[in-house]
C-alpha cells in the first residue's frame, strides 16, 4: 500500500499543467518557420503539433538529401585537393 501512496505521489508531483503545456506550444509555435510571417492569433494544440511534425518530415528529407550531395561530391572529387579537404573541414 505504501509503494501505491508514494507512485501516487510522485505521479502528482510530475504532472504537467495545462498552463505549462499552453506555454510550451506557444513556444513551439514560435519556433515553426510557417508561424514567423503569419499573424500571431491562437492556434490550437493540435495544429501546432501537426506542424511541428511536418516540419521536422521536411528536415529529415533535406538532411538525407544533402547528404546524398555530399556523398555525391565526395565521389566525384578528388580527396587530396582543395575542395576535398574544404569539404572535410566542414564536417568536423
Not at 504537467?16 to 514567423?36: F, G, M, W, Y
Not at 516540419?55 to 576535398?84: G, M, T
Amino acid at each position: 500500500m505504501s509503494s501505491r501512496r508514494s507512485r501516487s505521489r510522485q505521479s502528482v508531483s510530475t504532472r504537467i499543467t495545462d498552463e505549462q503545456i499552453n506555454e510550451l506550444i506557444s513556444k513551439l509555435h514560435a519556433v515553426l518557420p510557417e508561424a514567423r510571417g503569419g499573424d500571431n492569433d491562437r492556434v490550437s494544440a493540435a495544429k501546432v503539433l501537426q506542424e511541428t511534425c511536418s516540419h521536422i518530415r521536411r528536415l529529415h528529407r533535406e538532411v538525407d538529401d544533402l547528404s546524398e550531395r555530399l556523398s555525391e561530391l565526395l565521389d566525384s572529387a578528388d580527396l587530396n585537393s582543395a575542395q576535398a579537404a574544404f569539404i572535410r573541414s566542414l564536417l568536423m
